[in-house]
Each structure stands twice: as structure tokens, then as C-alpha cells.
């Protein structure tokens, strides 16, 4: 019988990195380029003086401070008085192992998932790692980005390589179009929400489909972003026009003729016609509305109008509990819809919804209105980048105007281990990427939702859409 030899975007870029096969299905990979931000770094650094070795290869490893720095005007790397180690204790690794440092001040400072892709260093057929679960983000460029935890960083930098597992390979495709007010968010909370958490264990994700290709490479980003939400490995986009258009000139993109040849490369990862995968899921887009989760998982979610569950009607034990649970922690009512709940901030930012197309799409919103008065509005730029474009375009001023708190670059109430928090009891809605208990901070309860929808609701003060606001 004759083999199928065909491949998917994925095991292309899989066998083009393998070094050696070490046993069963686990393999040495090489890693193209290491990301290393200040929250992460340290211990993995510790343990290379420990073991009294240096970083392989300094050129393909970058670092940035994101995490746990101060988003406030005019802020330094001492600001956020618990960050100052961490940023310091990253500037004297980088000293010491000469390794390029993008800090506080720097014009290219930003989120980290935010400045590999804008930079040009994610790059379509890459592999690219680093210290943070939302690595996946990078997938979007046509590169194959995962999280690593820290002793896998420490193997990074004192060998430019990973052993890996092979994992399964799934493919969604999102069909048609989406319709008025629906977003790249809302497209990948709405597949969560069919699929479940646990969708995604064991496999790398390939999103394709004409809604896909429909995307800019910024909704792609944000896609891809939320792979890990249900559990996925990694999640990308194959490259095709849209990303070299995006990455044409790039400051870290190849240049000249050099350009030429990887383009001619990047045009043959497309998965083949016939190729196998483990796992195909299909959405119609037109059936997406505006997403908002409603519980303590990204996988509870719903359109604003739909009625939240009744834990009574769950067979499952251990899904019931958790829908109580949930409700309990976030004050909500099983049958009542969204819609018009009350809410105390609105967060515009983080890796998966803090570019310069996501502000646009919220500045859209606030034009001319202002943020109720019971709500604090934040918009934290990804990048620096990211914030001197909006600001060219007067977008600062919109906010402003409106009544929003305009921040310096980083990844702020996302995570909020810096100075930027929700209190405990209050409601956020956030176009962050998880809603877990505390995320936001201690007893914080937090609503998922695109910018659009993010901004419409902190200037109604109570839940809705951009549609909503308008009619």
C-alpha cells in the first residue's frame, strides 16, 4: 500500500527542527528564537551560574520587561515598588550573558507576545519559545510558539534547544463571515465555549477557513492567543500574503534578497490538500454574536441576551458544582442573561487585545461619549510602538476625552502582579484573556469581552455590545 506522505503546516515545521530522536516519541528540537521577560528569567538564569555555564547563542535570544512594571505616565523600571528586583535582576543577567535588553524606556518596549510579532522577530516556520503560556500568541505569524516553564528556559539558554513530545495535530475551520460587532475575540471565545477547555489537550491547532484568511495578522494574534484556553499546546496561522505584507521591512525580518528566499520558503508551509489530522472541528461564523463569559473559565460564555444556565439542568456533577461555584463568586443568577449588569471597570489592554486595530475598534465606540460615571475605564497600549501610532492618529485623545486612564506599555490588570488591579468585589469587564478566580486581583471578578464590547459597556456602565450602545 502506497504511503501518504502529505504534511500539515505543522509537521513541516516539526521535522525541519527535529535534532535527534531520543525515544519513543520525544525528540531534541532546535529553538529559533528564545523570549525572556523579567517575571520568569530569574531562576532559570540562577541555575545556569549554578551549573557554571553561559547562554548558548546570545543573538537568537531577546529580552523585555512587561510584567510586573507600572503602566502609569511617566513610570520607571522602580515604580511598581514589587518589581524593582525582578527588572533589576533581569538588566544584570542580560549584563552578564550580552544579551539585547528592551527596557522600560526603550521605543520598542511592549508586551512581549506584542513586540516578537511587530518587531519581525516571530517569523512564519520558526519555532519560538518562551517563559509565559501565551507564547501561543506568536502562532499568528505562521511560526510555531509555545510556553515553556523555567527549568525548560534554563535548557533554552544553555543549549538553543527542547525536548519535546510529538503532539496530536487539530484543525479548526471558521466558515463564512461574522457578522456586525463580532470580532477575532469573540470567534475564539465562541469556540471555546462549544468545545470546552480540555478541547485542546495534547494538540497543536491550525486555524484555517475563510474567516481566517479573512483576518489582519493583528486578529490572527488574538486567535491564536487563546489556544491555551482550551487547552491546546500552540495554536497558527500558515502564512500567506497578509503576513508578509505585515512583516515586509520589519526591523528583525530578512532584508534584500534574503527577503526573497524566505518568502519563496514561507510560501510552501501551507498544510497540503490531502493531508491527515488527529482532530477537525468547524464553526460558522455567522452564527457568532458578541461573547461575554459569565464564570470562572474562559468555556463559560455566551452571547449578552442568552439566559445563563440553570446548574439544576447540568447531568454532569463536577460541571453543575462548578457552575455554582462560579455564580457564587461572580454575584450572578442562573436564567438571567448578561445584559445590563452592572459593572465597576473596563480594561482595554493585555497579549491578546492591545493592539493599534483593537484600539481603533474601541475608540470607534467612545467617540463622542463618555465612561459612565460609576465605571473606571483603563486602555493600556501593548507596546510603545502601539501607543505612539494611536497617539498619531489622536485615538490618546478619544480616551482621554471620554474619560479613560491612558497608560504607558505593558501587560498591567491582565495579570495584575504590578500596580493595576481590580479591587476585591468588583466587576471588571476585560479584554484580557482568563477570568479565573483572583486573576485581576484578590476576590476581583472579571467578564471576558473584544475591545469594542469593552468599550460600549464602560460607557452604558452596565453590560452590552457595540450594537447595543448604538440602538
Not at 502562532?139 to 496530536?168: D, F, N, Y
Not at 526573497?260 to 461564523?285: G, K, M, N, Y
Not at 484578590?442 to 467578564?447: A, E, F, L, Q, V
Amino acid at each position: 500500500m502506497e504511503q501518504n506522505t502529505s504534511q500539515t503546516f505543522f509537521d513541516k515545521i516539526w521535522d525541519s527542527h527535529v535534532i535527534r530522536h531520543i525515544e519513543d516519541d520525544v525528540y531534541l528540537l532546535h529553538v529559533d528564537r528564545h523570549m525572556v521577560h523579567e517575571c520568569t528569567s530569574g531562576a532559570a538564569f540562577a541555575a545556569l551560574k549554578r551549573s557554571d555555564r553561559r547562554v548558548h547563542s546570545a543573538d537568537l535570544t531577546y529580552s523585555v520587561v512587561d510584567h510586573i512594571l507600572s503602566t502609569a505616565p511617566g513610570r520607571t523600571g522602580e515604580t511598581f515598588p514589587g518589581g524593582r528586583e525582578f527588572v533589576s535582576l533581569l538588566r544584570k543577567n542580560c549584563a552578564e550573558h550580552d544579551l539585547e535588553l528592551i527596557d522600560f524606556d526603550d521605543p520598542r518596549q511592549g508586551i512581549v507576545h506584542v513586540i516578537a510579532p511587530e518587531l519581525g522577530i516571530a517569523l512564519p516556520g520558526t519555532t519560538l519559545v518562551c517563559g509565559d503560556s501565551h507564547t501561543s500568541t506568536c502562532g499568528g505569524m505562521g511560526c510555531w510558539a509555545w510556553g515553556i516553564g523555567t527549568s525548560e528556559v534554563a535548557h533554552v539558554l544553555a543549549t538553543q534547544s527542547i525536548l519535546q513530545r510529538r503532539p496530536k495535530r487539530m484543525r479548526v475551520n471558521f466558515h463564512g463571515k461574522a457578522g456586525e460587532g463580532v470580532y477575532a475575540k469573540d470567534m475564539i471565545l465562541h469556540l471555546i465555549g462549544q468545545v470546552g477547555v480540555a478541547a485542546g489537550q495534547g494538540h497543536t491547532v491550525e486555524y484555517a477557513g475563510s474567516a481566517i484568511r479573512g483576518l489582519g495578522i493583528e486578529g490572527r494574534l488574538t486567535i491564536c492567543n487563546m489556544s491555551i484556553e482550551f487547552g491546546a499546546k500552540a495554536g497558527f496561522v500558515a502564512p500567506d500574503d497578509v503576513t508578509f505584507e505585515y512583516l515586509a521591512g520589519k526591523p528583525y525580518a530578512p532584508q534584500g534578497q534574503l527577503w526573497d528566499q524566505a518568502v519563496s520558503h514561507w510560501r510552501t508551509l501551507c498544510s497540503d490538500a490531502d493531508a491527515a489530522f488527529d482532530r477537525e472541528v468547524d464553526i460558522d461564523c455567522s452564527t457568532i454574536r458578541p461573547q461575554v463569559t459569565w464564570g470562572t473559565s474562559p468555556e463559560d460564555v455566551s452571547s449578552l441576551d442568552q439566559p445563563l444556565p440553570d446548574p439544576a439542568d447540568i447531568a454532569d456533577p463536577v460541571r453543575r458544582r462548578a457552575i455554582e461555584e462560579a455564580f457564587s463568586y461572580l454575584g450572578l443568577e442562573p436564567g438571567k442573561p448578561l445584559a445590563g449588569l452592572p459593572v465597576d471597570v473596563a480594561f482595554i489592554g493585555s497579549c491578546t487585545n492591545s493592539r493599534l486595530s483593537d484600539l481603533e475598534a474601541a475608540a470607534r465606540v467612545v467617540k463622542g461619549r463618555r465612561v459612565a460615571a460609576n465605571v473606571r475605564g483603563l486602555v493600556v497600549p501593548g507596546s510603545a510602538e502601539v501607543r505612539n501610532a494611536a497617539q498619531a492618529m489622536g485615538l490618546d485623545k478619544i480616551f482621554t476625552d471620554a474619560g479613560f486612564e491612558w497608560r504607558e506599555a505593558g501587560c498591567s490588570m491582565c495579570v495584575a502582579i504590578n500596580d493595576d488591579f481590580v479591587d476585591p468585589g468588583k466587576r471588571c469587564i476585560s479584554s484580557s484573556n482568563r477570568n479565573f478566580e483572583g486573576r485581576q486581583g484578590p476576590k476581583s471578578r472579571t467578564h471576558l469581552a473584544s475591545p469594542a464590547t469593552v468599550a460600549a459597556t464602560a460607557v452604558a456602565g452596565v453590560i452590552t455590545d457595540e450594537c447595543g450602545l448604538l440602538s
